[in-house]
């Protein structure tokens, strides 16, 4: 996960870089966090999941220095 952020960053310029983990998906949230993405109190629904698993979908945030 970091060394995509930083290509995206390097290379595509990107300055800011959203995350969509499952309120039930831990591990997925645990990879963000330490990839330094910030849980923005957020949630989503993502419409393109089947149906069940379309709701609770955390926002985490990464903002270039």
């Known amino acids: 996960m970091v060394l995509l952020r930083d290509w995206a960053q390097a290379e595509l310029g990107l300055r800011e870089l959203e995350i969509c983990c499952h309120a039930d998906n831990r591990p997925s949230q645990r990879v963000a966090e330490r990839a330094g993405f910030a849980d923005t109190g957020e949630l989503r629904s993502i419409p393109r999941m089947p149906p069940g ?9 990464w903002r270039a220095a």
């Open 53 to 61: 698993r379309r709701d609770g979908y955390k926002v985490y945030a």
